[in-house]
């Protein structure tokens, strides 16, 4: 059974940092790509960052970009994001998804939800000002 779990949400402020992790069970990261989205009430889930385990291809959105990083660790079936100047707008609910494809080509393939068909339960974030 396909699982994916995160983890390590919470609130912060403005500036500080967080690690999530997304667990997964029943595949090998190995062999495939993750994403992580977001999502807050009333809008539509956003794409932020994918690793795909493939081809070694990392993917961030401009709102992220220089700021949260993505890893791998296949040994430990996880990835991690790891979020640092947090901001307000930040604040969301954080899922990690893997696609039907099982690999992540572009960018593109990243930011696109219906590309992705497993998901996390979420981990939410907030970030005060």
């Known amino acids: 059974e396909v699982r994916l779990e995160e983890s390590g949400g919470g609130a912060v402020q403005a500036g500080g940092s967080l690690k999530l992790s997304c667990e997964v069970s029943?595949?090998?990261?190995?062999?495939?790509?993750i994403g992580w989205f977001r999502q807050v009430p009333g809008k539509e889930r956003e794409g932020i960052s994918c690793i795909d385990n493939i081809e070694g291809n990392i993917y961030y959105t401009d709102s992220v970009k220089g700021r949260f990083a993505i890893s791998s660790d296949n040994a430990k079936n996880t990835v991690y994001l790891q979020m640092n100047r947090l901001k307000p707008e930040d604040t969301a609910v954080y899922y990690c998804a893997i696609p039907a494809a099982r690999y992540i080509s572009s960018y593109d393939s990243c930011v696109d939800s219906d590309a992705f068909d497993f998901w996390g339960q979420g981990t939410q974030v907030t970030v005060s000002s």
């Open positions: 029943g595949f090998t990261l190995d062999d495939y790509g």
